[in-house]
């Protein structure tokens, strides 16, 4: 059974820092994995969609990477900023049985000014 | 333009009342999703319809039932609504089923049930 896992589960940081959020999946067998971003009390909106074959992806300030192998991806955040305050999700889609995504439970940043 | 929209936003009902939510995505996708955000924030996939026909069904209970009367279109009712229904109800579209694709996300329905 496939379980995703985000550490830290908040993180503050001063404005203009780098920084990294993890996301851990057990099961490899994955077709992609997609990092989300949710402000409070809104929706989800997609931030960058990786496939099992890539291995890193950019947008903008934002590069995720995956390791399928280790059951690793990390979303780098360059020169934070006050509006990337936001909750950060990671999800992956299974290979196996019905195809769905499995969430994370989340990294809360604060990204201080 | 919304591309998933949900209403009503919010809703708040008493127990054992039945509701619905609705969702409409005008993105053209083949496929739609509901999925629950409880209170610890976890998102968990309930239904998924792909060209209006059930896909993923996962243990919820029968209280639950999602209609797709098109492929743009995918409807939630709650009947006999409990406290444990209290939460947030996320509905998701993608181009096709499959796994393969990225998810499009509407603005959640807050559901309080008192």
């Known amino acids: 059974k496939q379980e995703v896992t985000q550490i830290p589960a908040a993180l503050s940081v001063p404005e203009g820092e780098n920084l990294v959020l993890n996301c851990s999946f057990t099961?490899?067998?994955?077709?992609?994995l997609q990092w989300f971003r949710q402000d409070p009390g809104k929706g989800l909106t997609s931030l960058l969609l990786i496939q099992s074959s890539q291995r890193e992806q950019t947008s903008g300030r934002l590069n995720a990477s995956l390791d399928k192998s280790s059951g690793r991806s990390t979303l780098y955040i360059a020169a934070s900023q006050p509006g990337d305050s936001a909750t950060y999700l990671c999800a992956v889609s299974t290979t196996s049985g019905t195809y769905k995504y499995i969430f994370g439970t989340g990294t809360r940043l604060k990204v201080l000014a | 333009d919304t591309a998933v929209s949900q209403t009503p936003k919010y809703l708040v009902t008493q127990m054992g009342n039945d509701k619905s939510i609705k969702c409409e995505q005008n993105l053209g996708h083949d496929t739609m999703y509901w999925y629950k955000q409880d209170s610890k924030k976890f998102l968990k996939i309930m239904f998924s319809?792909?060209?209006?026909?059930?896909?993923i069904n996962e243990t919820v209970p029968n209280r639950f039932s999602p209609k797709s009367p098109d492929k743009a279109h995918l409807n939630l009712h709650i009947n006999s609504l409990e406290l444990g229904d209290s939460a947030v109800y996320f509905c998701?579209?993608?181009?096709?089923?499959?796994?393969?694709?990225?998810?499009?996300f509407g603005p959640g329905t807050r559901l309080t049930v008192t």
């Open positions: 319809y792909n060209n209006k026909e059930l896909i």
């Open positions: 998701a579209s993608s181009p096709r089923a499959g796994g393969r694709y990225e998810q499009y």
């Open positions: 099961d490899s067998a994955i077709y992609n």
